[in-house]
């Protein structure tokens, strides 16, 4: 059974970046897509972006189009998201999800622990 | 871009039937899908392509989905099944979107 096990805990500073990282273990990681979406303390879940590793191309949502950066390491099995010009408002749990898709249905079927981001002065 | 909306809370008693809408323009012409969240954990797939359960959520658990709505059903609610409920659906244009989430209350 795949899992998705993701890095630590982060406290920014506004302005900075934030690099988390996603590593799938105990299954394929090449040939499915692997998204990242966000949730606010208190909020709802949010999309970013995802990419397919095998092919190494990425999209994201608008709202985020400029500052986030979602790449993959096959040889790794790891995925990362880079988010740049933090400021108070991205502090949140940041979630990898694999991505089940068949024909135009997708759905995220396995999630990471999730990654909590603090940006604070 | 596309939205879907949620109800913020539903409150239900325990052995009765809970439903949760999830509204957006057109959806029942997209495939929606529901996760199951708990305080302080990851997000859970229950219900995908409208009304298709993975594999251990239970048979209670039951989705569709037509016109400009899309439901969760759960009969027969446990106390175990308060949690938040988030529907989510993927749209040409906006790519993965998700609802507001509700907050589901066994009293």
């Known amino acids: 059974q795949v899992q998705l096990v993701q890095s630590g805990a982060e406290v920014k500073k506004p302005g900075s970046s934030v690099k988390v990282s996603c590593k799938a273990s105990?299954?394929?990681?090449?040939?499915?897509?692997i998204s990242w979406v966000r949730q606010a303390p208190g909020q709802g879940l949010e999309w970013m972006g995802g990419?397919?590793?095998?092919?190494?191309?990425?999209n994201y949502a608008q709202k985020f189009q400029g500052r986030v950066t979602i790449t993959a390491d096959e040889s790794r099995s790891t995925a990362y998201m880079e988010l740049s010009s933090l400021r108070s408002e991205d502090t949140a749990m940041y979630y990898c999800?694999?991505?089940?898709?068949?024909?135009?249905?997708?759905?995220?079927?396995?999630w990471g622990q999730g990654t909590m981001v603090t940006v604070s002065s | 871009s596309y939205e879907l909306t949620q109800p913020p809370s539903v409150s239900v008693s325990p052995g009765q039937t809970a439903s949760i809408t999830c509204s957006g323009d057109?959806?029942?012409?997209?495939?929606a899908c529901w996760y199951q969240q708990k305080p302080g954990q990851s997000p859970v797939l229950v219900i995908y392509?409208?009304?298709k359960r993975p594999s251990g959520i239970p048979e209670r658990f039951s989705g569709s989905n037509s016109g400009n709505t899309a439901t969760l059903t759960i009969s027969g609610t446990q106390a175990m099944d308060e949690a938040d409920y988030h529907c989510?659906?993927?749209?040409?244009?906006?790519?993965?979107?998700f609802g507001g989430g509700t907050k589901l209350t066994v009293l």
């Open positions: 999800a694999r991505l089940y898709s068949s024909g135009a249905s997708h759905a995220f079927e396995i």
């Open positions: 105990g299954g394929t990681f090449s040939n499915y897509a």
């Open positions: 990419i397919i590793p095998i092919f190494g191309t990425s």
């Open positions: 057109k959806l029942g012409d997209k495939y």
């Open positions: 989510q659906a993927w749209d040409s244009s906006t790519g993965v979107v």
């Open positions: 392509q409208d009304t």
